[in-house]
């Protein structure tokens, strides 16, 4: 019996019931229609329950998944998905006018761009690549893993607080029955296993993302990252809301219906881990770099699992300048995210949390985290963005404390420790920068399903990063 993850609609069913508790939609009567019927919860971890239901259970989760997308929602003014929204409740009075025309409908033409921007060295932007693939990697082994098991595993081989990859060796086997590491990574991601960078999601998408501007320059629609997901990226690759918008895209569902049509993950981590190559590619420009990411996010997310990704990628377009200092680049990741959203506050009380534990163990920063967003789900954009930010401040930007913060505080672990790694290597600003033991492993290799990266070395990766951003600038520039 093949389940299929994330996509089965009696699982759907249990993770849209919580969403609507965390987007304030009263959904009491749906709930108990759907355990009076015999529904069950939504796994907490796994993709997909292990049982199929029957064929009336199912028809009965695909009804109620219609009638909850009817609830409103007494947070959607204060977290709307437009663009053309979300800027001015940032405090923008109107649209800049290098981004009229990219701020209507995600499927729509779009516009033209201002000013040329410099570039990041081509040194930045390897330490930026290889941080991402450093940090996911450290991050694979213990991905799904509760809290108290990676604190568990990483103390059985004296590497607490986290300082290095995890290791098998010397696991005690009880400890490890109780806690397997990830089924999936372990083969390649434990420290005696490491033989380059094993393929992972967290960077696919930056490598779709650079195929995305390569045909299609900074004013590619939404449509346009549809179509290529269609030509270039294996549906097994996606997960979560990924793999529901591509679900609907072959059904016939345009963007941006594509984001909300029976999809529950609307909300979790899938658009902040595609945000890097708009940040790169858009240094000191953090609004521009926002909106391109809203672009890209609205085929898949929407409002907080949008605003992650804004968010991200203006932090990456601020430490893309080199001039500035972490704490620069979470506050200006702020300025286009809505003040009242639920994102925002989380972030601003992480960085405040950070900053009043600065001198004290992180554990304690990650246990008041993991008490504020008890029953979030560990995919969820908001607490994982919270934690990265968390992360970042009280390492003060530094590579190996940023990395083992993030991915020792849990959640999504690859993910965190791959935007984490991602913004700290930039601001690290030369490979060299980054300690031989994080990046010798990797052997300047990577490994993809997206055609025609498979085997690239980060330096490659770096050098058409690179040449991309200026040539993008230079043809802006020319524009009469």
């Not at 049982?51 to 709307?80: G, M, T, V």
Request: hydrophobic residues 40%; charged residues 20%.
């Amino acid at each position: 019996m093949l389940r299929l993850t994330w996509v089965q609609p009696e699982d759907l069913l249990g993770h849209e019931l919580h969403q609507a508790l965390e987007d304030g939609r009263d959904a009491h009567t749906i709930a108990t229609r759907w355990k009076t019927a015999g529904g069950s919860e939504a796994p907490p971890r796994a993709g997909a329950s292990p049982h199929r239901p029957s064929p009336y259970l199912r028809q009965l989760a695909e009804d109620l998944l219609d009638e909850l997308a009817e609830l409103p929602s007494p947070l959607a003014e204060d977290e709307p998905t437009d663009l053309v929204a979300i800027l001015p409740s940032c405090g923008q009075s109107r649209l800049p006018q290098r981004l009229k025309g990219l701020g209507g409908p995600p499927g729509g033409t779009g516009g033209r761009w201002g000013s040329p921007r410099p570039a990041p060295t081509q040194a930045a932007l390897e330490a930026a690549w290889l941080g991402r693939a450093v940090g996911c990697l450290l991050g694979k082994p213990v991905e799904k893993l509760p809290l108290q098991a990676i604190r568990d595993l990483a103390r059985s081989t004296a590497n607490w607080p986290l300082s290095t990859y995890f290791t098998a060796q010397g696991v005690p086997p009880p400890l490890l029955s109780q806690h397997p590491w990830n089924r999936r990574s372990a083969a390649t991601s434990l420290a005696e296993n490491i033989n380059g960078m094993p393929e992972d999601d967290d960077l696919n998408y930056p490598l779709l993302n650079l195929l995305l501007l390569q045909r299609h320059g900074r004013n590619f629609t939404t449509t346009d990252v549809a179509k290529l997901w269609l030509d270039e990226l294996p549906a097994g690759r996606t997960f979560t809301a990924e793999r529901i918008a591509y679900r609907n895209l072959l059904s016939g569902i345009e963007p941006p219906h594509t984001a909300r049509h029976r999809n529950p993950f609307r909300e979790w981590i899938g658009a902040l881990i595609r945000a890097d190559v708009h940040g790169w590619t858009n240094p000191g420009d953090p609004t521009a770099a926002a909106a391109q990411a809203h672009r890209d996010a609205t085929l898949t997310h929407t409002a907080n699992g949008v605003y992650a990704a804004m968010f991200t990628a203006a932090v990456i377009a601020t430490a893309a300048t080199g001039g500035h200092d972490v704490h620069t680049c979470l506050r200006t990741g702020l300025t286009v995210v809505p003040p009242r959203s639920r994102l925002a506050k989380a972030v601003t009380h992480a960085i405040q949390l950070a900053e009043a534990h600065a001198h004290t163990d992180f554990d304690t920063v990650v246990d008041e985290l993991h008490t504020t967003h008890k029953g979030t789900h560990w995919v969820h954009a908001i607490p994982n963005t919270a934690l990265i930010a968390a992360a970042l401040t009280h390492a003060n930007g530094d590579f190996t404390g940023s990395i083992c913060r993030a991915v020792s505080g849990g959640w999504d672990t690859d993910s965190n420790g791959a935007t984490a790694g991602s913004i700290a290597g930039l601001l690290a600003g030369d490979p060299s920068a980054l300690p031989d033991r994080w990046t010798a492993p990797l052997r300047n290799r990577l490994a993809t399903s997206v055609a025609g990266f498979d085997g690239t070395g980060f330096d490659t990766l770096a050098h058409l990063t690179w040449s991309l951003t200026r040539s993008l600038t230079h043809r802006e520039a020319s524009r009469p």
